[in-house]
């Protein structure tokens, strides 16, 4: 085997059939990071003429230190030949080198151990072999982190994917769904939502919802720049799908009137028969709250307007899933359950259109119902997705004595940036 550097085009058809791939592992992507200031190089190995394992390496100067080279959600090969695996290392120690290297980081798309639908573990599918192999090789890992909000890696450890591979309809995919998903789903039918696919005219919409959320769940979120700029270049190959959810308020109050109205109608038929009390007293319960639900309406028409965006998601297209990168919504217009109707809308188009997986991405792996984050794991496990436990982030240590004074140097910056953020 031999280690060579790839073109464009060799990456791009190795990396799309690959079945370790991610978007992190496309030529879009090394585009994206290049305005942030990012170079990026492919680099492969060939059997044979034929390439066999491959990654896209991007790199910025650390200031004061040499060149950090990352290869997100890389090596795309398999993991289990340890010897190709090995000899990939070889191959990347000399080419980063020679690129005046300080380190690489990798946080493969690889699974320490398999995991229920509930996080829980399946006995003896720990990868502890490969996890040695690599620290073998040179490899640091930076930890196994549990919560989010300890979270140091680049990208999140902890996923949750609907496996599509054995399902052929959204009724199949449906029917696996818990049922509390279900009664959601089917409300926010009745709701007046509308999915509007986002453009770059309308994207600033979806921007206002990620503020929100960020302040909400307390992260830092990205200027609008970074999303149209995303955006712009992942669309010229229909890499991406934005989605917002619009309710149409006025027309809620509408269908709530004349729900009330028959209400009413309902009622005046069974008042005075005695025989009637128990069907009755359902009636004027659901009167009273159709009552309650136009006041609501027709005073956040008077705030809102008759209608509002108030719900959007972030979907990447890529290889063989889908990827839910980003999701927001207003909290005040949760319980329209908008979330609900996103998600079951883009698994029905992740099945019609063939993808193995719908990827609900980053979850806590704290399954504690009292831990901040088991909401967002709670409602990405009602549609039955699993949850992966990844093997975590690593460093390839090339100049190991700078490497010291960058991690230690790295820790007091971010120590000082807490200290004056308080």
């Not at 509390?180 to 919409?205: G, M, P, Q, V, Y």
């Not at 998601?313 to 996103?342: P, R, T, V």
Request: glycine share 6%; net charge neutral.
């Amino acid at each position: 085997m031999e280690f060579v550097t790839l073109t464009e085009e060799e990456f791009s058809d190795y990396s799309l059939k690959s079945p370790y791939t991610s978007f992190f592992q496309m030529p879009l992507w090394a585009e994206v990071k290049k305005d942030n200031g990012w170079d990026s190089y492919y680099v492969g190995l060939k059997d044979n003429g034929e390439v066999v394992a491959a990654t896209l390496l991007l790199s910025k100067k650390i200031k004061f230190f040499k060149n950090m080279f990352y290869a997100p959600r890389g090596f795309l090969l398999d993991y289990e030949d340890f010897e190709k695996v090995e000899e990939f290392t070889k191959g990347l120690k000399d080419f980063l080198k020679d690129k005046n290297a300080l380190f690489l980081k990798i946080n493969p798309y690889v699974d320490y151990q398999e995991r229920t639908v509930d996080g829980d573990i399946v006995e003896g599918t720990a990868k502890d072999s490969l996890m040695n192999k690599l620290k073998e090789l040179g490899y640091v890992h930076n930890g196994f982190y549990i919560d989010q909000d300890k979270k140091t890696d680049l990208e999140p450890r902890w996923i949750s994917v609907l496996d599509l591979k054995d399902i052929s309809s959204i009724d199949d995919a449906y029917k696996n769904m818990r049922s509390s998903t279900k009664w959601r789903i089917n409300n926010s039918r009745k709701n007046c939502l509308e999915i509007i696919e986002a453009d770059e005219e309308n994207l600033f919409e979806f921007k206002n919802l990620m503020k929100h959320t960020a302040e909400r769940r307390e992260f830092v979120d990205r200027p609008l720049s970074y999303y149209l700029n995303m955006f712009k270049i992942l669309k010229r190959e229909n890499l991406v799908k934005v989605l917002l959810v619009k309710i149409h308020f006025d027309q809620l109050l509408d269908f709530s009137k004349k729900a009330l109205e028959e209400n009413n109608q309902l009622m005046k038929e069974l008042e005075g028969h005695g025989n009637k009390e128990k069907q009755l007293k359902e009636v004027r319960l659901e009167h009273d709250r159709l009552v309650e639900k136009i006041a609501v309406l027709e005073n956040t028409i008077q705030e809102e307007g008759n209608s509002k965006i108030i719900a959007g998601g972030w979907y990447m297209l890529y290889g063989h899933e889908i990827n839910y990168l980003f999701g927001a919504s207003y909290k005040k217009f949760m319980k329209y359950n908008s979330q609900y109707l996103l998600q079951y809308e883009m698994i029905d188009y992740a099945i019609k259109n063939h993808y193995d997986a719908f990827n609900f991405y980053g979850i806590d792996g704290n399954f504690d119902e009292k831990s901040k984050g088991y909401g967002l794991f709670d409602f990405k496990r009602g549609f039955n997705a699993c949850v992966h436990e990844l093997i975590g982030e690593f460093d390839l240590v090339i100049d190991k004595s700078r490497y010291s004074l960058y991690r230690f140097s790295f820790s007091m910056y971010k120590k000082i940036k807490k200290i004056i953020s308080r």
